[in-house]
């Protein structure tokens, strides 16, 4: 018989061989343990070989969707809009309103400048004539009826030449003023294509880095697989080569003949036969006190004939039949 058990609280195996024969117990023993050592090996290295074809097979899977992911981070970095043409012309476009804003600022000022000197100017028109009168006296000769001198005044208008000069800086004034509001309107037509134009650069770049991140994502997460099962097929293999029969499990101590017979213990079965035929006694005696039906006292008179006892006679016992009473 052949038997194997934990040691309590300990990582042994203990291998226990009956034989009527020692020797044979001890070779059956030893050759029991390495036949198990053997038995380890081999299954070892056969769940190895598994798991180094499995690991194999999800590494060329993991290669495979690791090479489309670099094939489509390529296509995507070959886009003729890529990331950093974009972010240049979102750059060069913000400097763009940076300045057309500053311009803008700087127009608007200006124009109010304008609008005040225009306004000056119209109340210096108010307030300074058009024309100038110009009166000449030019005498005539003798009225020959009165005998007085005949003096004739003429009165001539003349454009005034200060009105002419604030007049001529008004009209200087409006036309600057119109040449600067068709520019400030230019400046804002080309603030708000910029604005437009910068939302729909901003949301191309957004969408763009949102694409890239995602590739690149799983382009890394791709690598990290590829990586951890390079690693682990790298120790599968090595596991695979080590026996590990002899280098995780160890005899201990090999088998010892034994110098007495393991059985027939007479001790103990000269115990177990006395208790044994002490338990059957027991049983014998109460089975034989149960069916036993003789009337022996005057309770059992009572308990089975529903009597009253008037009275007993005692036995008398053969050697009290010779002694001699007085």
Not at 47 to 58: D, N, T
């Amino acid at each position: 018989m052949i038997s194997a058990e934990l040691v309590k609280d300990t990582n042994l195996i203990e291998v226990k061989v009956t034989n009527t024969e020692p020797e044979k117990a001890v070779l059956i023993a030893d050759t029991l343990t390495k036949e198990f050592l053997s038995f380890i090996s081999e299954k070892n290295k056969e769940r190895m070989s598994q798991s180094v074809e499995v690991l194999k097979e999800q590494i060329a899977v993991i290669e495979q969707d690791l090479l489309i992911a670099n094939d489509i981070l390529k296509d995507f970095n070959r886009q003729p809009r890529s990331i950093n043409f974009v972010q240049e012309e979102l750059n060069s476009k913000m400097n763009d309103l940076t300045m057309y804003q500053s311009e803008l600022i700087k127009s608007d000022i200006e124009l109010d400048q304008l609008w005040a000197g225009k306004y000056q100017l119209e109340d210096s028109l108010a307030q300074v004539d058009s024309v100038l009168l110009k009166v000449t006296t030019e005498e005539k000769g003798m009225d020959p009826e009165t005998g007085e001198r005949v003096v004739v005044t003429t009165t001539t208008e003349e454009p005034n030449p200060e009105y002419q000069n604030l007049l001529a800086k008004y009209e200087n004034k409006k036309q600057e003023i119109a040449q600067l509001e068709a520019k400030i309107t230019g400046i804002t037509a080309a603030v708000d294509a910029l604005v437009q134009n910068l939302g729909e650069l901003q949301t191309e770049l957004t969408e763009k880095k949102s694409e890239f991140t995602a590739i690149m994502r799983d382009v890394e997460r791709l690598e990290k697989s590829h990586s951890l099962f390079s690693e682990r097929l790298a120790q599968t293999q090595i596991y695979e080569s080590i026996n590990i029969g002899e280098t995780n499990l160890l005899i201990v101590a090999p088998a010892l003949e034994p110098t007495s017979p393991f059985k027939p213990n007479k001790k103990l079965n000269i115990a177990i036969a006395f208790v044994l035929a002490l338990m059957v006694g027991v049983f014998l005696a109460f089975i034989l006190e149960f069916f036993d039906d003789n009337i022996k006292n005057a309770e059992d008179v009572k308990r089975y004939l529903d009597l009253p006892v008037m009275g007993s006679i005692p036995k008398i016992d053969s050697s009290v039949k010779t002694r001699r009473v007085y």
